[in-house]
């Protein structure tokens, strides 16, 4: 149980257009959803917390213009890089958690993003 | 701010047993978390611990944590090739906003 599914694993866009990456609980309800960036040999850096049916609260520093992110249902929240730049090319990972802490938080598979 | 460190690096020959070592701040810590992660992977929950317990054990994993002194550690026995990984410890406060912070993860390399 407790299995977060994440697509695309791996993408690549132009610059100047929009990227939708999907994270999905697949047996359980998250009503709270994690969005993660990490960079190379690095650990992972926490974007936002995506709550279900209310806006995400985003980490300083974050652009809450350039990495949207929507909760509209209890499984599945979605982060869209906007106009995305080389920049932005990363490891983007979600976690959702789990309604028994015995599963901590379930993370995705991750989606690398270039952007070129 | 929270601040959770590991060092970066750890080296060992198959079938010794390997511990890696976490530090934290927030002595509000309730949770403990030790995850592993392949290349190009996802996050795999190890175990955790609760702050109140002092040690478990998993099969070839034992976590022991000194709460005194803010220090999580993970032993793994027997350690086997498929370890090789990266090892991030993440503690969750109380009240926090369940939020997660990372250490900054140790590559365990096992050789033959």
């Known amino acids: 149980g407790a299995v977060v599914s994440q697509h695309p694993s791996r993408v690549i866009c132009k610059s100047g257009t929009s990227v939708k990456i999907e994270c999905r609980s697949l047996?359980?309800?998250?009503?709270?959803m994690f969005w993660y960036r990490q960079f190379p040999k690095q650990s992972l850096m926490l974007m936002a917390t995506?709550?279900?049916?209310?806006?995400?609260?985003?980490e300083q520093g974050v652009e809450k213009d350039k990495f949207l992110i929507n909760h509209a249902s209890l499984t599945l929240s979605t982060l869209t890089v906007t106009s995305a730049h080389p920049e932005d090319s990363s490891f983007y990972i979600c976690?959702?958690?789990?309604?028994?802490?015995?599963?901590?938080?379930?993370f995705g598979s991750g989606t690398r993003l270039t952007v070129v | 701010g929270e601040d959770v460190e590991q060092s970066l690096f750890l080296s060992v020959r198959e079938g010794d047993s390997s511990v890696i070592n976490c530090t934290y701040t927030?002595?509000?810590?309730?949770?403990l978390y030790w995850y592993k992660q392949e290349p190009g992977a996802g996050l795999q929950l190890l175990t955790y611990?609760?702050?109140?317990?002092d040690m478990k054990q998993d099969q070839r994993l034992t976590v022991l944590l000194n709460k005194k002194d803010k220090h999580l550690s993970l032993r793994i026995a027997d350690t086997q090739t498929g370890d090789s990984a990266i090892y991030f410890c993440?503690?969750?406060?109380?009240?926090?906003?369940?939020?997660?912070?990372f250490g900054t993860g140790t590559q365990l390399k096992v050789e033959l």
């Open positions: 976690s959702a958690r789990g309604g028994n802490i015995n599963y901590g938080y379930t």
């Open positions: 047996d359980f309800q998250a009503t709270t």
């Open positions: 995506s709550n279900e049916g209310s806006k995400a609260t985003y």
């Open positions: 927030d002595s509000s810590s309730t949770y």
């Open positions: 611990i609760f702050s109140n317990m």
């Open positions: 993440a503690e969750s406060p109380t009240g926090g906003g369940n939020k997660l912070t």
